[in-house]
Structures are given as structure tokens and as C-alpha cells.
């Protein structure tokens, strides 16, 4: 049964009432959207911290939040928080702190910081070797002189923050958390249990340690200078990522209640797709077949074909390996016309914001739908003649956008895409 | 989508330091014996180890156990367990559709590095460079794959084979309790037929006590059970891994899956934990699914850590409720994300073999009735969150 608010297998649609965002780009999506569709790019030398010694001494750090000293836990919930105010202030629903949903966060996954375990150090001050030992003597000391660590803090303090109901969800799916946490929401929704839910991806985790750990897996760029041409998705020249931090918000409401309150709606989420690999813990089936059926899962939930996609939000990492079998996905699921649908990668200005990317880059395909504008994919300099693909190269593009598609593909064989539209008259 | 299915539980594995498989762990319940625990190696704190295992019969390929550390290699075994005991282990048929929840803390660290690093840093003055250049000398890049919070349901994907969809959630024994609400309201609604989902963790290690010790939390010096640990209770971490099978009915008698039980409620919440504050949430929870409940043939199993003040408000609010109450935090240790999930498949073996095992500590009261049908399974967390669910007995 299709009716107004109902989709073609009866369930509710859901629509997006508020988006918020932060990334290096700036605060809010009025200027992050500005940027992006103006081909400015966030990469920045690190500041943070010295990178000397280390391979990779750029990233898409959100200067504009980070404050001296600010922990990744601290500066993650920061960024979160920016991000939901926005787009619960948009959405209008709820009151303050009542907002009448579930929370699914997609925070970074959180340990002790070095900073922690240096400062427990001195205060040990152990007569030869310090080892853990020594932390865990002065650890009571030293958590009443700070915040003791708390695993899934950020969740617990947003969910108090923003009021919402009920056990708030926080989630990983290593670079697709951002999309999970969506797709929880449209679920909860569908499944009648809320009207709303709040989804959050974020992370601002940028680190000594979380650098060197993605450049021991050889997944970062390393074209340090200029750093504002590191990311460049599709070309023949790419060589990793930018490791990078950001929030988005979206709040998630169903058709029904959204259009009962007046709301405006900004899109609906018509469908997504998920499917694991299990090729390996980096690399995705040489066969693609996968993320292959993760398009094609998203398309059968949404109730449309190959046909009804304008634009697509790649995934598009910049390493060699994720570009080339998202190519490879794109063409077998998109066949022929492939050749006129425009994909372009966010990631080519904001870098990689790891678990935040699925929210943020969900984010931009909204706001993509609502402009009827094609953000680039820049430094599009050197195209790799394997992949043919119209990337939006460089240049932003106004274009007739009703339907999309954002890929979200992930260390452990996590896959999940989400499709997008603007609302159904 | 207002339709609400059945959903069984054909599938249980776990294992702790009370050994491998539901049914070793049930006979050490039913026999009441002490636990094992250790108090020597991490002196003064007390911690459940894991029985020994043979990892091969689980994770046949050397190459994939060593892509793992020990958190991993518990969790692809009990999720291995489980997958057996529902019949669809190395039935690629039915796992290519099967679902994954999995409940994760953060990954393991390399005691050995982090520690050289911090003694070597004592002699340097600039720490930032001696910092950078040791990380990218010493770190080893299968570590960061073992602190992936995801990547223990990546190996179960690579190992078991499953790979309908995978999603993990995080923060300690609220994410177990989520994983399993928002399977079965998954399995209930019609979003999924066939779910893995479990939790697992490594308890035997220095940096996880180092999280819980800033809080005081960690049990010191003396073993006792979970009610009886004083008014600063303490927490024994254990080695659990802990996974289930949840069906929807009809999947199950479509393909001649027996049911363990019936997973009839789940409910889950959060409060500020202010005084009063988790015997409240409590209360609701129970409130939402008593009118379920035949006093007559139904029991408690909780999952009090012993963290205070949770454990002794837990304790007020069953004394309230009124049902025989058995924990199983005094025999196999705290095993946070995880313990949720091992207290359900041992939820289970109660309701198969119709009956509550022995009592430890003083907590723990009420004789076990006949005709066990129904238990409602606690889970409190160390520090926030609260939830229950009903199990059922399918006749």
C-alpha cells in the first residue's frame, strides 16, 4: 500500500527535518556547504601537535573547535553537540532539552590518551622502568585530579544534553558508522517504535598515535605539500587518504509527524543497503561483490532501479585500492549509464572523517538534493585512465538532482549505502 | 509496520573461566562450586581468567589467529559456538543472510610498548619527537587492527562466514543489552529472520584495569561474591565470550530449528544516576513486562558487577519484585558488553534443564520453582544504563 506517508511496502517514510555539521571546513552547514561547492579545500598542515618524525603531517582537523589540550573525547562530543544543535534547532521539534527520540551516535571508539598515560607517569614517578603497574597505582589519584575515562561517555553526555529518549546507541562500523547510525534511525522509525531519532556521526580523534597507526597500514597520503592537493580521489596520482574530523547531524522524523508539525522537510531517506565482506580486515573482495550488492541492497529497499539515481556520493577515499573497486562497483551496478551519472567525492576537500564521513557525506548529499548543485571532486588533475567516471572534476555544477545515492565502505568488510531524495509531492 | 513476530533463541555459545559451551557452564552453576579465579597475576586485583581452549577448533587458520588478539579469539570461538548449536555453522545458505550485532569495548594495547615508551620517555626532553618516532617504530599495524572496536565482527564475518550485515555497538553492558533489543525488535518487525549477536572481552590485562581503576572499581585483595563485596563493592573482570542465534519462529520451523527460548521482552534505559535513579528505571522496566510474568514459575538472573551503588540497588529493587534471584557475576566473573548475553544463554540452559543452579552470596534467595518457564534477566550497568528482558520457555 503507497500512500502519502506510507512507502510502497507500507512502511513509514522517513524524512529529514534538521541537518547540522562541522568539519575543517568551518562550523555549520551553511559554510561548510559554501566551501564545499566552492572547491576549498580543509587540509592543513597539523597544528596540534609536532609532527616531526611522522610520514603524514596533514589532516582536516577542525581547528575552528579544538581548543589547547582538548582531548579527542572532549573535542569528539564538542563537534557532536555543534553538530545536533544545528540541526535540531532546523528541525524545530522537541523542546529544549526534550528531544522526542532515540540518540544513535557513531562516536570515535575512545582509549586512554597518551597524554593521560605520560601524565599518570610523572605523577608515579617510578624509580626504574614505569609500566602499567605504576599508572594503576596513581590512576585514582590522577581521575580525581581529571575526568576518569569512561567508554562510551560521549553518548551518555549527548543523550542528557539533548534529552532523548531511551538508551542512546553508540555504534562502530569502522568508516561506515556514520551511515549505521542513520540507518538505525530509519529503522527504529520504520519499525513504529519512535517518530524521531537523532543521528550523529562523529570524530575528532586526530592524534599522534591514530596517524601512525593508519600510515603503518600504508592508507594515508603522504603528499605532505601543498597539503590542500593531498586528497585527490580518482586520480592516477592518488596515493591515501587525509586522515580528518567532523560531526553531522540529522534529524530523522517520520513523513507523517513531520508534515502533522509544519515541518520543513529537507529530504527522505528512501532506502540504504549493507553487506559484509569477509575478503579481509582491509581490502575489499577482489570480485567487488560486496559493495555490489550493498548498491544494490540500497536501490531494492528504496523500491527503485539503477535508472532513478542522479547523482552519486562516492565513498572515494583517495587510496588506490577504494577507488578503484568503487569503480568497479559503480559500473557493474549502474551498468552503460554510468557514464552520464556524476559521482564526486566530499573527501576531496574535508578529507576522511572516519566515523563521522557517512553522516557528513549524507549530510552533503542532502544538501546537494536541496541546491540542485554537484559539489566537486577536486585536485582532478591527473584522471586515471581506469576509471572512467564524470567526477564533477574540479568544479562545481548545477544540475537536475531528484534522487541519490552516498556510499560508505569500511575497514572489517563493513559496507552500507543510503539513498536520498527530495520529498515526494 | 505494526505485525510483532516471535523470536527464538536457536543458537548458544560461551565461554569463560568456568569452560567451553553452555552445558560445561551449566553443570559448574548446578554444582554451585567456587570459580575459578585468579588473584596472583595482577595483584591486588582479582580477575576471572578464561578455561583453556583450543582455539583451532574455532579459528582453524594460524594466519587468522594471529591477526587477533585475545579479546578476538574469544569472541570468533563463542560466536562459532553459537552458530553450531543453531545449526547454520558452514551453511553458507544461510549465513550469507544471517545479521550481526556485536557488543565491543575498545581494543586491546600493547602493554609491552606503551610501557617501554613511557620509560624511555623519562630520559628525553623533547617528549612530542621521541613520542612520534617510537609509535612509528614500535607500533605494529596487526595491533591497530586488534583495537578496532569493529573488527571482531570483521573476523567473524572472515572466520564464520557471516556476512549479511554487520554492525557493533559500543560502551560497556548497555551496549550487550542494546545489541540484543535492537536484534530482536530487528527479527520482530520483520527487518531480519536470522541474527548473530554477542559480546566479548578480555579481562586479563593491565590497560583495562587502568580504565576501571580510576574509578576504584576494580575488587582488591579478597575474593567474595558479587552481594558481598562491601560498601565500595568491587568488580572481578572475567574472561567471557557470549553469543546468540535470535530467529524469528518461523525462519526456525521452516528449516527445523529447535528454539532454546523465547526472547518475549527486551528494555533498556538510561538516567543520570542520581540517588534513587537506577531502583526507578528498574521498577519501569519491570513494571513494562510483569503483567508476562507467573510468579509461580519464574526467576531472576542478574547480572550485578558488584559495582556500587548499582549492585545494592539492583538488590532493593528484586527483593521488591519477589522472585528467586541468582547472579552469575560471583561465578564467572564481570565480563561487561558481554555479560548481558552470557546471562541469556545461561537464561536458557535454566529454562531447559527447568530449574536455577546454586545460590552464591547473600544476594542471591528463593528456592527454584518447578516448572521453570519464564526468567527475567537484569542487566545494570557499571556506571549507566539499565535493562531487562523476558525469556520464555517455547512449549
Same mark, same amino acid.
Do not use: F, N, T
Given at each position: 500500500m503507497t500512500s502519502a506517508t506510507r512507502d510502497n511496502k507500507g512502511r513509514p517514510i522517513v524524512a529529514v527535518t534538521g541537518i547540522g555539521m562541522v568539519t575543517s571546513l568551518g562550523v555549520g552547514k551553511s559554510e561548510n556547504w559554501t566551501k564545499l561547492t566552492g572547491g576549498i579545500s580543509g587540509i592543513r598542515r597539523i597544528k596540534r601537535f609536532p609532527t616531526e618524525g611522522l610520514r603524514t603531517t596533514i589532516a582536516g582537523a577542525v581547528d575552528d573547535v579544538y581548543r589547547e589540550q582538548m582531548p579527542p573525547a572532549e573535542l569528539s562530543e564538542r563537534v557532536a553537540l555543534l553538530a545536533g544543535e544545528e540541526a535540531i534547532a532546523e528541525s524545530g521539534i522537541g523542546s529544549k532539552g526534550h528531544f522526542p527520540g532515540p540518540l544513535y551516535l557513531a562516536p570515535p571508539p575512545l582509549e586512554v590518551e597518551w597524554a593521560d598515560r605520560i601524565k599518570m607517569a610523572e605523577m608515579a614517578a617510578a624509580n626504574s622502568d614505569t609500566g602499567y603497574p605504576d599508572l594503576l597505582r596513581v590512576a585514582r589519584q590522577y581521575a580525581s585530579e581529571h575526568a576518569p575515562f569512561k567508554f562510551a561517555i560521549i553518548g551518555e553526555n549527548l543523550a542528557e544534553h539533548f534529552g532523548t529518549e531511551g538508551s542512546p546507541v553508540s555504534l562502530n562500523t569502522a568508516c561506515a558508522s556514520g551511515a549505521s547510525a542513520i540507518q538505525l534511525g530509519v529503522e527504529a522509525i520504520r519499525r513504529g517504535e519512535c517518530e524521531a531519532a537523532l543521528a550523529i556521526g562523529a570524530d575528532a580523534s586526530l592524534t599522534p598515535e591514530s596517524l601512525v597507526r593508519f600510515s603503518l597500514l600504508s592508507a594515508l597520503s603522504t603528499q605532505n605539500d601543498p597539503p590542500e592537493r593531498a586528497s585527490k580521489p580518482f586520480s592516477k596520482n592518488r596515493d591515501g587518504f587525509v586522515l580528518a574530523e567532523g560531526a553531522a547531524a540529522l534529524v530523522l522524523e517520520s513523513l507523517e509527524h513531520a508534515r502533522a508539525r509544519g515541518a520543513r522537510i529537507l529530504g527522505i531517506l528512501e532506502g540504504f543497503g549493507e553487506k559484509s565482506d569477509s575478503f579481509h580486515r582491509t581490502r575489499t573482495s577482489p570480485d567487488g561483490k560486496p559493495i555490489i550488492a550493498t548498491m544494490q541492497k540500497a536501490l531494492a529497499d528504496a523500491g527503485i532501479g539503477p535508472q532513478d539515481i542522479d547523482y552519486i556520493n562516492a565513498h572515494g577515499t583517495s587510496t588506490p585500492e577504494n577507488d578503484k573497486m568503487e569503480h568497479l562497483g559503480v559500473a557493474t551496478v549502474f551498468g552503460e549509464r554510468i557514464k552520464d551519472i556524476p559521482i564526486s567525492s566530499n573527501k576531496s576537500m574535508i578529507g576522511h572523517t572516519l566515523t563521522a564521513a557517512g553522516a557528513v557525506e549524507a549530510a552533503f548529499t542532502l544538501l546537494t538534493l536541496q541546491n540542485q548543485r554537484l559539489p566537486p571532486t577536486i585536485n582532478y588533475a591527473v584522471p586515471d585512465p581506469a576509471i572512467q567516471l564524470d567526477v564533477v572534476p574540479n568544479v562545481a555544477r548545477d544540475a537536475k538532482v531528484r534522487r541519490a545515492i552516498s556510499n560508505s565502505f569500511g575497514f572489517g568488510g563493513q559496507n552500507v549505502s543510503l539513498v536520498m531524495a527530495l520529498e515526494p509531492a | 509496520m505494526t505485525e510483532r513476530r516471535e523470536v527464538w533463541i536457536t543458537g548458544v555459545g560461551i565461554v569463560s573461566c568456568l569452560g567451553e559451551g553452555i552445558e560445561a557452564t551449566w553443570r559448574h552453576l548446578e554444582r554451585g562450586d567456587p570459580p575459578p579465579y585468579d588473584d596472583k597475576s595482577f595483584a591486588p586485583y582479582i580477575v576471572h581468567p578464561l578455561a583453556p581452549l583450543n582455539f583451532d577448533k574455532q579459528i582453524p587458520k594460524k594466519s587468522d589467529q594471529r591477526q587477533m588478539e585475545l579479546w578476538q579469539r574469544i569472541g570468533v570461538y563463542a560466536a562459532g559456538l553459537a552458530l553450531g548449536d543453531a545449526g547454520i555453522a558452514g551453511k553458507p545458505e544461510l549465513l550469507d543472510s544471517t545479521d550481526m550485532i556485536v557488543a565491543a569495548a575498545g581494543g586491546e594495547r600493547d602493554v609491552a610498548a606503551d610501557s617501554a615508551i613511557l620509560t624511555g620517555m =623519562?630520559?628525553?626532553?623533547? =617528549?612530542a619527537p621521541f613520542l612520534n618516532e617510537r609509535l612509528m617504530s614500535d607500533l605494529r599495524p596487526t595491533l591497530f587492527l586488534a583495537q578496532l572496536p569493529n573488527l571482531l565482527a570483521g573476523n567473524i564475518s572472515i572466520v564464520h562466514g557471516v556476512v549479511g550485515s554487520s554492525r557493533t555497538f559500543l560502551g560497556e553492558e548497555s551496549a550487550g543489552i542494546d545489541a540484543v533489543r535492537i536484534a530482536q525488535a530487528r527479527i520482530a518487525a520483520g527487518q531480519s529472520e536470522l541474527t548473530l549477536v554477542g559480546g566479548s572481552y578480555h579481562a586479563t590485562r593491565w590497560d583495562l584495569l587502568l580504565v576501571f581503576e580510576q574509578t576504584g572499581m576494580a575488587l582488591k585483595d579478597t575474593f567474595a561474591p558479587v552481594w558481598d563485596r562491601g560498601s565500595h563493592g568491587g568488580v572481578a573482570f572475567g574472561n567471557i565470550g557470549a553469543f546468540l542465534v535470535l530467529e524469528s519462529s518461523d525462519h526456525a520451523r521452516s528449516r527445523g530449528a529447535r528454539p532454546r527460548a523465547r526472547i518475549a521482552a527486551v528494555r533498556a534505559d538510561r538516567n543520570r544516576r542520581q540517588p534513587g535513579e537506577i531502583e526507578a528505571t528498574l521498577r519501569r522496566e519491570w513494571d513494562a513486562v510483569a503483567a508476562n510474568v507467573d510468579p509461580a514459575h519464574a526467576a531472576v538472573i542478574s547480572g550485578a558487577s558488584g559495582a556500587e551503588p548499582a549492585t545494592s540497588a539492583e538488590r532493593t529493587v528484586l527483593k521488591e519484585i519477589g522472585l528467586p534471584v541468582r547472579n552469575t557475576g560471583t561465578y564467572i566473573g564481570h565480563g561487561v558488553e558481554a555479560q548481558f548475553l552470557a546471562n541469556l544463554g545461561i537464561a536458557c540452559a535454566a529454562i531447559e534443564h527447568d530449574k536455577l543452579f546454586a545460590p552464591a552470596g547473600s544476594g542471591d534467595f528463593g528456592a527454584s520453582p518447578s516448572g521453570l518457564s519464564q526468567v527475567v534477566v537484569t542487566g545494570v550497568g557499571n556506571w549507566r544504563g539499565e535493562g531487562l528482558a523476558l525469556i520464555e520457555r517455547v512449549d
Open positions: - | =623519562r630520559k628525553v626532553a623533547e =617528549r
